[in-house]
């Protein structure tokens, strides 16, 4: 079975401070993993995916993540914040066979200016 | 990009009624995906389809139904709405050979 936690329900922080999201997954086989931004009243963009390449992943807009398998986890970071970063950000993950996805409940990223 | 549109962008309605909801999509894509967003939970599945022959029920499919009326057009019926289906439908796209999924711009749909 697949699932995902995403550790936070929001996280606020200055701009041009480093950003953490946090994400934990379960998963029975090798995962797929994304990360998507939604903007207020838009729809969802991907902002970066792993699909068992390189561990360290980097995305759209200065954005990364590193699969640590270890750790089942899936951490998406940016080193500076930008006011335009502000929205919600859910993980996913997806068996390498599987057919569907499962999304996490989401993360609300404030940035303060 | 893979230029997914749904329609109605929103849609007010009464309890008991029928609506439709319609996804359409321009490149080709194989699979199509229905969620609901709600506040708090995410995205759920509704329904997916590999084809016009292939339709599979996700997460939370009851009271839902869905029609692939061609490669390129995926709808969702409810067929006598309740106020608990309020929210924010999104249709998905996929290729076979891709991970990705691409998402349209959203249906929010308030139901009194």
């Known amino acids: 079975a697949q699932s995902v936690t995403q550790l936070d329900s929001h996280v606020s922080v200055s701009e041009g401070t480093p950003v953490l999201l946090r994400c934990n997954y379960s998963?029975?086989?090798?995962?797929?993993l994304f990360w998507y931004v939604q903007h207020p009243n838009k729809g969802l963009q991907l902002l970066l995916k792993?699909?068992?390449?390189?561990?360290l992943v980097k995305g759209i807009n200065g954005f990364e993540a590193e699969f640590k398998k270890s750790e089942t986890s899936f951490h998406l970071t940016k080193p500076s914040a930008h006011m335009s970063d502000a929205a919600e950000y859910f993980c996913?993950?997806?068996?390498?066979?599987?057919?569907?996805?499962?999304f996490g409940t989401g993360t609300s990223l404030t940035v303060i200016p | 990009d893979a230029d997914v549109t749904q329609t109605p962008r929103n849609r007010i309605t009464k309890t008991g009624k029928r609506i439709m909801l319609e996804c359409s999509q321009t490149?080709?894509?194989?699979?199509m995906y229905w969620y609901r967003q709600d506040p708090g939970l995410g995205l759920r599945l509704i329904y997916y389809?590999?084809?016009?022959?292939?339709?599979n029920k996700g997460e939370i499919s009851d009271g839902y139904s869905v029609s692939r009326q061609a490669q390129a057009k995926f709808s969702l019926s409810l067929e006598s709405a309740i106020p608990n289906q309020t929210a924010l439908y999104f249709c998905?796209?996929?290729?076979?050979?891709?991970?990705?999924?691409?998402f349209g711009p959203g249906t929010r749909l308030l139901v009194l």
């Open positions: 792993y699909t068992s390449a390189a561990t």
């Open positions: 998905a796209v996929r290729d076979r050979t891709q991970e990705t999924q691409y």
């Open positions: 389809s590999f084809d016009v022959k292939d339709i």
């Open positions: 998963s029975s086989y090798s995962p797929s």
């Open positions: 996913v993950v997806r068996a390498w066979f599987g057919n569907q996805f499962y």
């Open positions: 490149k080709g894509h194989d699979r």
